[in-house]
């Protein structure tokens, strides 16, 4: 069984930083595509970033590109998200999710494990 726990949400101004964790156990994470998406109350899951299984590629909705840097740690099975330039619209709880098999995908429906979630608050 696949468990992630994220870590790292919290209030911020707009204009600041925050670094999402994510903790994967029970899996060969090696092997996984790893992806974080963010849901706004009352709105979809919408994709966010995505990266590899070898860590070689990266992919970014195009909102965040140049201000979000998805990488991960194999050493201790995490996948982070460094935030930067945050703006209120990036509020959102923010879900790291596992692909077991393929390539990065953008859509929810690709990715096979959620975590709980981690609330992210920009103010203005």
């Known amino acids: 069984q696949v468990q992630l726990v994220e870590s790292g949400g919290g209030l911020v101004q707009a204009g600041g930083s925050l670094r999402l964790s994510c903790a994967v156990s029970?899996?060969?994470?090696?092997?996984?595509?790893m992806g974080w998406f963010s849901q706004a109350p009352a709105k979809e899951r919408d994709f966010v970033a995505a990266i590899s299984w070898s860590g070689g590629s990266t992919y970014y909705t195009d909102s965040v590109k140049g201000r979000f840097t998805i990488s991960r740690d194999f050493a201790s099975n995490t996948v982070y998200l460094q935030m930067t330039s945050l703006k209120p619209e990036d509020t959102a709880v923010y879900y790291c999710a596992v692909r077991r098999y393929g390539t990065i995908r953008s859509s929810p429906g690709e990715y096979d494990y959620w975590g709980q979630g981690t609330q992210v608050t920009v103010s203005s």
């Open positions: 029970g899996s060969i994470f090696s092997t996984y595509t």
